[in-house]
T-cell receptor
Framework: NAGVTQTPKFRVLKTGQSMTLLCAQD?????MYWYRQDPGMGLRLIHY???????AKGEVPDGYNVSRLKKQNFLLGLESAAPSQTSVYFC????????????FGSGTQLSVL | SQQGEEDPQALSIQEGENATMNCSYK?????LQWYRQNSGRGLVHLIL?????REKHSGRLRVTLDTSKKSSSLLITASRAADTASYFC???????????FGTGTRLLVSP
């Protein structure tokens, strides 16, 4: 039982490049989330999904897109990376209709030069 | 803006001592949760307290909630070096479909 798996763990991009972060969960959870963590800022919600085929904006959605084509996967895309997107990205999941316990992946450290 | 704000930002204690950290929030909540994050790792859920509860225990953890003051505290008793981590509160605000995390307290427990 792997839980929540994020790939890649580390990535360095040049300004303007694009990339996709993959999150996979094997717990059959309906809800999935993408957060970014910056020093002194705590975790901020980027986008979230309440089920397969649905997505919604969080607190800081600009510059990111997401897709939830399969229940177990939640993809976060950066179309044109900017230095301000240098951060640690965390994916999380939780059971349906329940914000009572989030399960987190181990994170992706992204640097945009 | 952040819903929860932890206090203190950093705390340094000796093994065996108790550690107390506080969380204040701004709006009505359904529940409040505490998470731990070890360096370089994801967050791990510790404990949840509902809005109609005032105190909850789990092992060496004790959480209190004062909805009139919009605040919560996390007490770790008899701390160990392995408790060294950052601790975050997260609130499930009424009417929202997501948790909002605070900025965290960095706890250092020295042997």
């Amino acid at each position: 039982n792997a839980g929540v798996t994020q790939t890649p763990k580390f990535r360095v991009l040049k300004t303007g490049q694009s990339m996709t972060l993959l999150c996979a969960q094997d717990m059959n959870h309906e809800y999935m989330y993408w957060y970014r963590q910056d020093p002194g800022m705590g975790l901020r919600l980027i986008h979230y999904s309440v089920g397969e085929g649905t997505t919604a904006k969080g607190e800081v959605p600009d510059g990111y897109n997401v897709s939830r084509l399969k229940k177990q996967n939640f993809l976060l895309g950066l179309e044109s990376a900017a230095p301000s997107q240098t951060s640690v990205y965390f994916c999380a999941s939780s059971p349906v209709g329940n914000n009572e316990k989030l399960f987190f992946g181990s994170g992706t450290q992204l640097s945009v030069l | 803006s952040q819903q929860g704000e932890e206090d203190p930002q950093a705390l340094s204690i000796q093994e065996g001592e108790n550690a107390t950290m506080n969380c204040s929030y701004k709006t009505s909540i359904n529940n409040l949760q505490w998470y731990r994050q070890n360096s370089g790792r994801g967050l791990v859920h510790l404990i949840l307290i509902r809005s109609n509860e005032r105190e909850k225990h789990s092992g060496r953890l004790r959480v209190t909630l004062d909805t009139s003051k919009k605040s919560s505290s996390l007490l770790i008793t008899a701390s160990r070096a392995a408790d060294t981590a950052s601790y975050f509160c997260a609130t499930d605000a009424t009417g929202f479909q997501k948790l909002v995390f605070g900025t965290g307290t960095r706890l250092l427990v020295s042997p």
